[in-house]
């Protein structure tokens, strides 16, 4: 079935740091989604991208939809503790998301 | 507007047990989705409907059936719980208008433990 790698698994960055996490695949899809998940809550959405090349921000969030379809990428600027979590990326086409594995975030404040 | 809604939050079944996970969305979405979510393996598509009346098969829904007899209700049934279904299972809604079909909204969760 259809795959997304998503990168890095975990990261510990320090308060006010910026982050950039990825997640790539061999299929090409038509939407691709971030979702940033607490412990014991469901996934929550973040940004959604639906045109190949296109940039969109959400306060300090910023992801963008690969040319080639194939890839994504999440940038967070200036974390805040408030930040952590596991984010994932997803990535959908014909009604159905596909998952990566999710990136786990811990803020040192 | 609740969103998408899901009962019961914890559930513990002994091997063999059957019952029935609900999931309700009050944003009249077309498209209702279930997944199951276990340690470092993301979320993996269980069954979902593009709309009432029409159901079909994810990723892994063996051990799962599904039905969609109104546009709010999608349940998810276990008819004989096996440890291996002991997860946490995740209910999601979508509409195409006005972000798109795949752009799903996702419920709390129900955690299960089947021992």
Redesign the interface.
Known sequence: ?QQ?NQSPQSMFIQEGEDVSMNCTSSSIF??W?W?KQDP??????LI?L?KAGELTSNGRLTAQFGITRKDSFLNISASIPSDVGIY?C?A??N????????TLLTVNP | NAG?TQTPKFQVLKTGQSMTLQCAQDMNHE?M?W?RQDP??????IH?S?GAGITDQ??VPNGYNVSRSTTEDFPLRLLSAAPSQTSVY?C?SSSPYP???????????TRLLVL
Do not use: D, H
């Not at chain 1, 014991?40 to 959405?45: A, D, I, R, S």
């Not at chain 2, 470092?40 to 598509?45: Q, S």
């Open positions: 079935g997304l038509n939407t989604l979702y014991g809550e469901g996934p929550v959405l959604a639906y994932f997803a959908g086409s009604y159905k998301l596909t998952f990566g594995k999710g | 998408v498209y989705s997944y470092g393996m993301g979320l993996r598509l979902y593009v994810g990723e995740f999601a972000s798109s079909r795949e752009t799903q909204y996702f419920g709390p969760g």
